[in-house]
């Protein structure tokens, strides 16, 4: 002891700052502590979750609430619905296909909000010159496309429309930055991709499109929430559909500030990113039974396909939509 206080008495003379912190601010400052959350989010390269990111805005909205946020992105929804199945994840947007998947194997997802259809977002590409002039011409091709994706289902309703089996097509499943390479170099005929890289494909190597999703298919962007998440901290998920919805807001009355926002962080050009947000809907709106109905109709198709292993009702992962 008598050590310990000539230490104490060297470092006063030395006039080295000595902190006396009391026990009651201890265990107020492991109480702020234990009492801080973190969310976490799962974006994709492009749409409005990583252009809320990427204002900042939603971080104040939380930390008023008492909770941090943890952004990881993720190349496609199928991947991100898995981080949510395994716990690893609270919250992120897919297109409509990915649910499905994702349900069909037994993740806990809800679906929280949508945005409206945006059937030119997603399309069948060609090279330049391709002798491909129609999708029934597909039969017996081979089309790159991300497994379990929204443009699986424009795959599979597109050939229907055609009078085209899907088992006359030898689907590729790659990713977008694999399935971009095949494609220039030949490797597949087709290739069945989203915006912005829809867009990017379009502008950068003259792709052409040979069918969207107009008269075929919706292409909604849901947004979901593990069950565990949404029913702990609905809060939370209401605050980040409210940022959404700013954001929403903003994007869609100054496309080309958009455009500018995201190019950075997105890796295109202005203008690319200009055709794709044209093509993008905006409007966030609380699950209906209108889309819930759509959705179970996917459903119906793919367990129809052999696509998933049982049958399941979407209605399970709604909660109870608005009329």
Request: charged share 20%; aromatic share 8%; no cysteine.
């Amino acid at each position: 002891m008598h050590a310990r206080r000539m230490i104490l008495k060297a470092a006063i003379a030395m006039g080295l700052g000595v902190a006396v912190v009391s026990a009651p601010a201890l265990i107020g400052s492991a109480s702020a502590q234990a009492q801080e959350k973190t969310v976490r989010i799962g974006f994709q390269k492009y749409g409005k979750l990583v252009l809320l990111k990427s204002k900042g805005s939603l971080e104040p909205r939380l930390r008023a609430l008492g909770w941090n946020i943890k952004w990881t992105e993720f190349s496609a929804g199928p991947a991100l619905l898995e981080a949510i199945n395994v716990g690893a994840l609270d919250f992120g947007n897919t297109g409509e296909a990915p649910p499905i998947f994702a349900q069909a194997a037994g993740a806990p997802i809800r679906y929280v909000a949508y945005e409206p259809p945006a059937p030119k977002g997603e399309a069948i590409l060609v090279p330049k010159g391709s002798p491909i002039k129609s999708v029934t011409e597909l039969k017996g091709k081979k089309v790159a496309l991300n497994k379990g994706s929204n443009v699986h289902y424009l795959l599979v309703k597109a050939l229907e429309k055609a009078n085209v089996k899907y088992s006359d097509i030898t689907p590729v499943f790659l990713a977008p930055a694999d399935a971009r390479a095949a494609f220039e170099r030949g490797a597949v005929d087709a290739w069945v991709i989203w915006d912005p890289f829809q867009a990017a494909a379009e502008a950068a190597i003259e792709a052409t499109v040979l069918a969207d999703g107009t008269d075929t298919v919706s292409n909604y962007q849901f947004y979901l929430s593990s069950q565990k998440f949404l029913e702990s901290d609905p809060k939370v998920v209401d605050a980040i559909l409210e940022g959404l919805r700013e954001v929403d807001d903003w994007a869609k009355t100054d496309i080309k500030a958009v455009a500018e926002q995201l190019s950075p962080s997105v890796g295109l050009p202005v203008p690319v990113l200009e055709v794709a947000l044209k093509r993008q809907a905006y409007g966030i709106k609380p699950i209906d039974r209108k889309v819930i109905t759509e959705q179970q109709q996917l459903a119906d198709t793919f367990l129809a396909l052999g696509l998933i292993p049982k049958a399941i009702a979407v209605a399970d992962a709604a909660g109870t939509p608005a009329p």
